[in-house]
Nanobody, 123 residues
């Protein structure tokens, strides 16, 4: 069983940065494809970023160049570095895992999910 626990959320000002993390247990991170999703108030769940087992990364266009997804296989932890934040980034952020396969940005393709963590960007 894969378990995901997120941490690092909080409140930042516009233009600020946050790094959120997802601790993975039950399976080695290197054997998983991982994704970050977010859900803003009143909006649908939205793909943010993904990283494959071999390290290929994929991003929502609006976060590309500002966000960086990475993994620390030694610590079995996934990270999302978020820079140049704006209020549109305010959401609950979820990490998700799936067995390695074809690249996907679809939430239904992810098997395991974290509890979500709040990121709030004030204007």
């Amino acid at each position: 069983q894969v378990q995901l626990v997120e941490s690092g959320g909080g409140l930042v000002q516009t233009g600020g940065s946050l790094r959120i993390s997802c601790a993975v247990s039950g399976r080695t991170l290197s054997r998983l494809d991982m994704g970050w999703f977010r859900q803003a108030p009143g909006k649908d769940l939205e793909f943010v970023a993904a990283i494959s087992r071999i390290g290929n990364t994929y991003y929502l266009n609006s976060v590309k160049g500002r966000f960086t997804i990475s993994r620390d296989n030694a610590e079995n932890t996934l990270h999302l570095q978020m820079n140049s934040l704006n209020p549109e980034d305010t959401a609950v952020y979820y990490c998700a895992a799936r067995p390695g396969g074809l690249v996907t940005t679809k939430s239904v393709d992810y098997v395991d999910w974290g509890q979500g963590i709040q990121v709030t960007v004030s204007s």
